[in-house]
């Protein structure tokens, strides 16, 4: 039987006091360091945790199996989120921040663990941004849905070659469903990150996350 494991991270306390914890989850072959440079545009009144995930393809860190590109080891899904889960309360006892208050940032594989932690610990999350997303469970779809009616940002890449759109639109359909405060922003891109996600992303947060900015920082 394979037992839950820690999983390495980097977190940073806010320098403003802070009631959110922003939650980064890197791409394929990425690790707890590739989105922190991202974070900083987030404001400095935010916590900030980023995570590794624990599955290696190829020496590639990722945060869940899969079978093929596209094509994901669902039981390895959810017990990669029930892992993942499981620390992060943890670490939230040990590090004072407030596990209710998580909004999820994720890239790729990441935003897909995102999505997994939405589909199986709907109340979990206070929001989420899904960059490049894909619907992470598909044969077991769990019966899911919220009634915190967390705002999600939603932002596939029109040309991204990984997902078809119908695929696309049907995730975002769920979610809606699931009662999710779901916007879609689609990128003029394929696959690969654009500044113009990282400004849509930023002002979105503001949008629904209002936090204080420090002056003559
Ligand atoms: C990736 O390259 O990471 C995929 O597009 C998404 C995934 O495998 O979760």
Same mark, same amino acid.
Request: charged share 15%; aromatic share 10%.
């Given at each position: ?13 806010? &320098? =403003? ?31 900030? !945790?980023?995570?590794? /995930? ?15 590109? /596209? ?12 892992? =993942? ?32 932690? !939405? ?10 941004? =899904?960059? &490049? ?36 639109? &049907? ?12 916007? &879609? ?8 990150? =654009? ?23």
């Amino acid at each position: 039987m394979t037992t839950y494991q820690a999983l390495h991270y980097v977190y940073q306390p806010a &320098r =403003l006091p802070a009631t959110r914890t922003l939650l980064l989850l890197h791409g394929t072959g990425g690790d707890e360091h590739d989105l922190l440079p991202l974070a900083a545009h987030f404001g400095p009144a935010l916590n900030v !945790l980023s995570l590794r /995930g624990n599955v290696l393809e190829n020496g590639m860190p990722r945060f869940f199996r899969r079978l093929d590109v /596209g094509l994901f080891d669902e039981e390895d899904v959810i017990f990669r989120t029930h892992e =993942l889960v499981r620390f992060v309360r943890q670490l939230s006892e040990r590090a004072g921040f407030d596990a209710t208050q998580l909004v999820a940032l994720g890239y790729s594989n990441g935003a897909n663990m995102a999505g997994a932690l !939405l589909l199986l610990y709907p109340e979990l999350l206070a929001g989420a941004i =899904l960059w &490049r997303p894909m619907q992470p469970l598909v044969r077991h779809v769990p019966a899911f849905c919220t009634n915190r009616h967390q705002p999600v940002l939603f932002q596939p890449g029109s040309q991204d070659p990984t997902v078809q759109l119908a695929a696309s639109a &049907r995730y975002a359909a769920l979610l809606k469903q699931a009662g999710f405060e779901l916007k &879609r922003h689609n990128a003029n891109a394929g696959h690969n990150l =654009l500044h113009d996600d990282v400004e849509a992303a930023v002002a979105w947060f503001h949008q629904h996350f209002p936090t204080p900015v420090l002056v003559n920082s």
